[in-house]
């Protein structure tokens, strides 16, 4: 079982910066493909972006290209989602999850994962 805990909530101004991390426990974090998700108020969960096992392939959904990176530490069981350039329409919960998959899969659907966060607020206002 593994359990999977975000941290780096906040609130910052369009235009900002904020990092979250996703620290797993029970298990190695190299076995799984790390997925973030976000949660806005009345809407969907909608998938963010994924790094495969060994971090050597990414993916977006494409409102955050260009503004938003997914890393990954393995030894220190970390998986980050730094975000720039932040707009009012990034405010949601946000929830990192894991996916026990082949190394090199970047899987975008939520029944892909089989573990989550409890999530993590994230506010963009001015």
């Known amino acids: 079982q593994v359990q999977l805990v975000e941290s780096g909530e906040g609130s910052v101004q369009p235009g900002g910066s904020l990092r979250l991390s996703c620290s797993a426990n029970?298990?190695?974090?190299?076995?799984?493909?790390m997925g973030w998700f976000r949660q806005a108020p009345g809407k969907e969960r909608e998938f963010v972006g994924v790094?495969?096992?060994?971090?050597?392939?990414?993916d977006y959904v494409e409102s955050v290209k260009g503004r938003f990176s997914i890393s990954r530490d393995n030894a220190k069981n970390t998986a980050y989602l730094q975000m720039n350039s932040l707009k009012p329409e990034d405010t949601a919960i946000y929830f990192c999850?894991?996916?026990?998959?082949?190394?090199?899969?970047?899987?975008?659907?939520?029944?892909?994962?089989?573990?989550w966060g409890q999530g993590t607020q994230v506010t963009v206002s001015s």
């Open positions: 029970g298990g190695p974090l190299s076995d799984y493909a």
């Open positions: 790094i495969s096992r060994a971090g050597t392939k990414r």
């Open positions: 999850a894991a996916s026990f998959t082949v190394t090199g899969a970047t899987p975008t659907w939520p029944a892909q994962f089989h573990y």
